[in-house]
């Protein structure tokens, strides 16, 4: 039921609110960001009915020594340099198997194009709801409540990082059928990072800041 209700209530906020035409994209944005808080409000309180802490995700906050915040940056490079290389595996299975060329469609990040205090406005809101939120629904609470579902050991891990990577991947249905691959191999990987570092999300959060820099970049100077 609470798997369902993230979802659902998100949905539900995107059919009203969203509006279908070209003219409203920051609207629309600003819609997909307040639905994602949205989601994220529900996931901590299903943290807080269930007696559980931020620490159950691996989003434990500690004091950390030049050491290990060197090898959390490390780590966080190396997944980003996975997760990048999983987008692009989604993108030649799309592009050479599935007869679909084309790029991914950005069109409703255009009002990024050539406007310098957007791009820094978007930055800064893409990285609390999209970096940060993204991996705290789709990897933390996804993988962690389909695990709890029954299944045990390696087998129900793998089920749940699969099952995360297809959700996450339809969640972008906004970038066309390129993108939508592109980002469930992306999520993949992620999902495989996740469980293969036990659970240690701020590194999975610092790797979708460097992509999601990456992608705002690219747009602003198309």
């Known amino acids: ?18 509006k279908p035409d ?9 819609v997909v960001w307040v639905a994602n808080v949205v989601m994220l409000a529900l996931v901590w309180a299903g943290l807080k009915l269930r007696g559980e802490d931020v ?4 989003l434990g906050l500690k004091k950390v020594g030049p050491k290990e915040a060197l090898r959390v940056f ?10 990048l290389a999983g987008f ?9 198997l599935l007869g679909v060329p084309e790029n991914a469609d950005m069109g409703g990040y ?5 406007n310098l205090g957007m791009l820094i406005l ?13 991996e705290v629904v789709y990897r933390a609470f996804l993988i962690n409540r389909i695990s709890e579902l029954g299944w045990g050991g390696k087998k129900g891990e793998g089920i749940a990082v699969v099952i995360s990577a297809i959700v996450f991947g339809l969640a972008h249905y906004s970038w066309g059928p ?19 570092l036990k659970k240690r999300l701020w590194i999975l959060v610092l790797a979708h800041v460097y992509l999601d820099t990456l992608l705002l970049l690219q747009i602003y100077f198309a």
Do not use: P, R
């Open 74 to 83: 490390l780590w966080s490079l190396l997944v980003f340099v996975l997760a």
């Open 110 to 114: 255009a009002f990024l194009k050539d």
């Open 178 to 196: 390129m993108g939508i691959v592109q980002t469930a191999f992306m999520g993949l990987v992620l999902g495989l990072c996740y469980v293969a």
């Open 122 to 134: 978007s930055c800064v809101g893409v990285y609390i709801v999209s970096s940060f939120g993204e």
């Open 55 to 58: 620490g159950h995700f691996g």
């Open 1 to 18: 039921m609470e798997l369902i209700l993230v979802f659902l209530v998100a949905g539900i906020i995107i059919k009203i609110f969203v």
């Open 88 to 96: 692009v595996v989604g993108s030649i299975i799309m592009a050479n």
């Open 22 to 30: 070209n003219d409203a994209l920051i609207y629309n944005q600003a």
